[in-house]
């Protein structure tokens, strides 16, 4: 499997004394969120895209290989989002967590959902999709700063 190629330069070679903007910290931090997916998700991130979709009651996940004939993406999609559907079920969010870092908006609340969020899957035939649904606004809430971080952090492998 091909991984995601990232071109990182270790912090030693910066030059320390250019300003920081937006957009350099932006970028960096989706190849970093790139790097860590690659270590997690076995798909290729850049076969693939990722869509986060706001609901009333949550949201919608869907991953979708980007071509559609492309079986080896589709069934890694699909493998990965079903594995991660059942632990998000138990409210295990490790997975994001290694990608995003532990304090990804809205994590530590889905973490402690306690199965007030319903959970299911559905293999669709470009990839799979997994939709979150729940009667509790906070919950809701922390499912779209969820959404909203992940679009953010996987940038063009990313949509709303």
């Known amino acids: 499997m091909a991984a995601v190629a990232v071109a990182a330069l270790s912090g030693g070679c910066a030059d320390d004394s250019a300003p920081s903007t937006p957009t350099t910290t932006t970028s960096n931090r989706q190849a ?67 990608i995003h870092g532990t304090e990804m908006p809205g994590l530590a609340t889905l973490r402690a959902h306690g199965g007030r ?10 990839g799979a999709r997994a939709t979150y649904a729940t009667d509790d606004a906070g919950l809701r809430d922390a499912l779209h700063h969820w959404f909203d971080a992940q679009v953010s952090d996987h940038g063009p492998h990313a949509t709303r």
């Open 32 to 98: 970093d969120v790139a790097e860590r997916g690659a270590s997690v998700m076995p798909f290729d991130l850049e076969r693939t895209t990722h869509r986060f979709t706001r609901t009333d009651t949550g949201g919608v996940q869907t991953v979708v290989a980007d071509d559609p004939r492309d079986s080896t993406q589709i069934t890694l999609v699909q493998q990965h989002l079903s594995a991660e559907v059942e632990r998000f079920r138990r409210g295990d969010f490790s997975d994001p967590a290694r």
């Open 117 to 126: 969020i319903t959970i299911t899957y559905e293999a669709v035939p470009d």
